[in-house]
């Protein structure tokens, strides 16, 4: 079993519509949860940090945490075609030994 | 946040040689770390480069191949040794800043091919 695990997509939506983003984790112990936003050709872009269960917006942006079921999500709402690109699940345990997912590509149609 | 150098900012290489990587920060930073993406892939960790000692790698990764020096809080090398086609990949620093929780952030990458 992956320690990150992620639907790899591609994931497609119209634009204006609501992105959902998966993410489960098999480490009960974990700490803290992001996700970072990779354009092609870059570098991963820290979008979004939570640590407690329950939801946390951010702009368009919402991320939702159930550490119960090891399970955590983004949603960007009014999904823009700037927003196509791949969604980083990272998960910290102790010590800053951070496991990333596979990633998930997103396609936003115009 | 930080600014976050990496250098080169890519390079072709040839089989058996070796390239050593920079990553220098703007600021004093509490960990350092070197990830390398494969094509398509997502991110693997290397190892923890330790400042005044030697890093902490990750099962997988040994030091001969993938020697790491960090001579203070800002500035960390790595070197990928003896590289062969396998190695081509990108390769990238991150850093967890004194105040900033256990977030990392990333340079903007080596990308390396090997012929």
């Known amino acids: 079993q992956k320690e990150v695990e992620q639907n790899s997509g591609p994931l497609s939506v119209p634009e204006g519509a609501i992105a959902s983003l998966n993410c489960t984790y098999s480490d009960r112990v974990s700490q803290s949860f992001f996700w970072y936003r990779q354009y092609p050709g870059k570098s991963p872009e820290l979008i979004m940090s939570i640590y407690s269960n329950g939801d946390k917006e951010d702009g368009r942006f919402t991320a939702q945490l159930n550490k119960a079921s090891q399970y955590v999500s983004l949603l960007i709402r009014d999904s823009q075609p700037s927003d196509s690109a791949t969604y980083l699940c990272?998960?910290?345990?102790?010590?800053?030994?951070?496991?990333f997912g596979a990633g998930t590509r997103l396609t936003v149609k115009p | 946040s930080a600014v976050i150098s990496q250098k080169p900012s890519r390079d072709i290489c040839q089989r058996g040689t070796s390239l050593t990587i920079q990553c220098q920060v703007d600021?004093?930073?509490?960990?350092m770390f070197w990830y390398r993406q494969q094509p398509g892939q997502s991110l693997t960790l290397i190892a923890t480069?330790?400042?005044?000692?030697?890093?902490?790698?990750e099962s997988g990764f040994v030091i001969d191949k993938f020697p790491i020096s960090r001579p203070n809080l800002t500035f960390s090398t790595l070197t990928v040794s003896n590289m062969s086609p396998e190695d081509s990949s990108i390769y990238l620093c991150?850093?967890?800043?004194?105040?900033?929780?256990?977030?990392?952030?990333f340079g903007a990458g080596t990308r390396l091919s090997v012929l």
């Open positions: 990272a998960v910290n345990n102790n010590n800053n030994d951070m496991r």
């Open positions: 991150s850093v967890v800043l004194p105040q900033g929780a256990d977030i990392q952030y």
């Open positions: 600021s004093q930073v509490t960990m």
């Open positions: 480069a330790n400042q005044g000692s030697e890093a902490t790698y």
